[in-house]
């Protein structure tokens, strides 16, 4: 997790607020990524951003949006949280030099009640 | 659709034994195969990866086998340990290219019996 914090770690909120979560990195990588993992779904990507201010839709990404205002800083936010949006969130990133080897944070654990 | 497929889903290996996992990918494009470890808890960690010039990798305990004409690559842990209880991940992707998306495989469970 060395270079990678995600804030918060754990969060409760109620179906309808807005929530966002913040993946932080000190390793000036150009990739930064957001999946969720649930059981028997593996790890599914919601967003990736190959760039500050360049982002991309990964395959659930609907309720899901991002931003990336600066290299170190990807934020994920939903929109209007839901309870079907309770997982664990992960942020990883990767260096443009170093093929596609991705680096993950530690986890953000969302529920939504 | 693109898709890594995993298997077994779970395993249980008694201490010394050999645990294999494989997977299966579609795309002949892809050129990046890694293998992550994840323990409860925690994100996945990269464990060991190859690129398909090569048709084995192996580091310390862990050994990635793979074959190109069939589209599959496998883990196999050597002398497997307690420690070594955890889930593991395939995945493909690109190994170049702005598109640094990996196709995940579902996960294996790995348990080793003392």
């Known amino acids: 997790d060395a270079g990678i914090t995600q804030s918060p770690r754990h969060k409760v909120t109620e179906t309808g607020t807005p929530v966002t979560l913040r993946c932080h990195q000190t390793?000036?990588?150009?990739?930064m990524y957001w999946y969720r993992q649930d059981p028997g779904h593996g790890l599914r990507l919601i967003h990736y951003?190959?760039?500050?201010?360049?982002?991309d839709k990964g395959e659930v990404s609907d309720g899901y949006s991002v931003s990336r205002s600066k290299t170190e800083d990807f934020l994920l936010t939903l929109e209007s949280a839901t309870s079907s949006q309770t997982s664990v969130y992960f942020c990883?990133?990767?260096?443009?030099?170093?093929?596609?080897?991705?680096?993950f944070g530690p986890g953000t654990r969302l529920t939504v009640l | 659709q693109q898709q890594v497929k995993q298997s077994p889903q779970s395993l249980i290996v008694q201490k010394g034994g050999i645990s294999i996992i494989n997977c299966a990918y579609e795309?002949?494009?892809?050129?990046?195969f890694p293998w992550y470890q994840q323990f409860p808890g925690k994100g996945p960690a990269l464990l060991i990866a190859?690129?398909?010039d090569v048709s084995e990798k192996k580091e310390g305990r862990f050994t990635i086998s793979f074959n190109k004409s069939a589209k599959q690559f496998s883990l196999h842990i050597m002398d497997s340990q307690p420690g070594d209880s955890a889930t593991y991940f395939c995945?493909?992707?690109?190994?170049?290219?702005?598109?640094?998306?990996?196709?995940w495989g579902l996960g294996t469970s790995l348990a080793v019996n003392p």
């Open positions: 190859i690129r398909p």
């Open positions: 795309n002949t494009a892809f050129d990046y």
């Open positions: 995945a493909a992707g690109p190994g170049a290219g702005n598109n640094r998306k990996l196709i």
């Open positions: 951003s190959y760039g500050v201010k360049d982002t």
């Open positions: 390793e000036n990588h150009r990739y």
């Open positions: 990883a990133i990767s260096d443009i030099y170093v093929a596609s080897e991705q680096f």
